[in-house]
């Protein structure tokens, strides 16, 4: 199973039940036939923006609604950063992205759950990720 796979399924698992341990989350996500480590269960979290909350994960919250419809970011190659949203939100997570004026992006692409985020350089992909959590969380 490929990592946007594994994501989603964790997604749907923390959404599903309370979970307290990373150690759970992969018992669950192997139960579920999804075979996971806990250092790329950790990363998944990270990346997912995923946060404890009363001591169960959960997804950020942002003015007490969930995150608008970002899911996660991912690396590509050394000059870009890809965003998964919720169908049908890219075009609108991208606008919100755009609006952000963050100085090392170069430009960004959306389709119907997809964003291609150009960057400077691989340096700025990490401060882009960053940036990008912080104005969702």
Known sequence: MNKESRQKRILS??????I?????LKSLLERAGVPATQSSVSRDLVELG???HRGHYAMPQANGAAVRGLLSLDLSGDNLVIARTEPGLASAV????DGAAIS????????EDTIFVAVRDQKAQRAVMKKIWEIFG
Do not use: D, H, S
């Open 20 to 24: 307290g341990t990373q150690e759970e």
């Open 13 to 18: 698992l923390i959404r599903a039940k309370p």
């Open 94 to 97: 991208a606008v919100e992205i």
């Open 50 to 52: 995923v946060v404890k």
């Open 104 to 111: 090392e992006i170069v430009g960004t692409l959306a389709g």
